[in-house]
């Protein structure tokens, strides 16, 4: 199974304790990781087919702590697709004037829609093949970039024609808020003042929060499995979709 992992915050947020537990798990992941930082309307990505254990981009990203609002993870444990940098996650797709990033966790057998010209793979991956699809259909869906609110009500719809072809576990953001979708697995959690101390499950190193942070700073984090071994983390429920904004988990509206 890969794993995923995504920060949403209020507030330009270092990742490196997250990403540090994260990275552990490429001891049974290792067909690739990636990791993306939106700083406002950019992004920065970082993939490499190697393992986050034994990878220097990964190392980089260790050393050099960027701080954003919302940043995607994902370590690959390939199913679909063969072992190189196309098929490495997250993926990337402008739409209405925006960067897109997509990580997908799961398999989906015989999704083959039909896909026009705007959106394409690159790779091979079903990961990918999802994700063009997706875009494409926000695309027909909404003339230009809509409401966090109205983006939700639309990929609730979108979203369920394709997790019937499988597990459809995904993190996907555009800059302004992370959503998250559970098929099978999938936890998060909100943290805010008074911050405290945790501990990684998979490192023996912790940190205290409170340093770190100000009374008004909130942090969601969502993952494949908890980081943190002394915090409690929230599961989603299979076929729920999330949306996290300034690091709170946002009520999905109705029509």
Not at 25 to 50: M, N
Not at 58 to 74: C, D, G, K, W
Not at 113 to 137: I, K, N, Y
Request: with cysteine; charged share 20%.
């Amino acid at each position: 199974m890969c794993q995923l992992l995504g920060l949403n915050a209020n507030t330009p947020t270092d990742v490196v304790f997250s990403f540090t537990g994260f990275a552990c798990r490429a001891e049974e992941h290792k067909d690739g990781f990636g990791i993306a930082f939106f700083e406002g309307r950019g992004a920065r990505l970082f993939v490499d087919a190697q393992s986050a254990r034994a990878s220097p981009v990964a190392e980089m990203v260790r050393r050099y702590p960027i701080r954003s609002e919302l940043i995607l993870a994902h370590i690959r444990k390939a199913t679909q697709g063969r072992v190189a940098l196309e098929n490495t996650h997250p993926f990337q797709r402008e739409l209405w004037g925006r960067y897109w990033v997509f990580a997908h966790n799961g398999d989906l057998k015989g999704f083959a829609p039909r896909l026009h010209a705007s959106f394409h793979p690159v790779g091979d991956t079903d990961s990918e093949r999802a994700f063009c699809w997706l875009m494409q259909e926000l695309a027909k869906a909404h003339a230009a970039v809509p409401s966090v609110a109205e983006l939700s009500r639309t990929l609730a719809e979108l979203v369920p024609p394709i997790a019937a072809h499988g597990s459809f576990n995904f993190l996907l953001s555009n800059g302004q808020a992370l959503w998250a979708h559970c098929s099978t697995k999938l936890w998060y959690i909100e943290r805010a003042h008074p911050f405290r101390a945790a501990r990684l499950a998979d490192e023996d190193l912790s940190i205290d929060f409170s340093a770190v942070t100000t009374e008004r700073d909130r942090v969601a984090v969502v993952v494949t499995e908890p980081l943190t071994a002394d915090e409690t983390w929230t599961a989603l429920v299979p076929g729920e979709l999330a949306v996290f904004q300034g690091g709170v988990r946002q009520p999905l509206s109705r029509p």
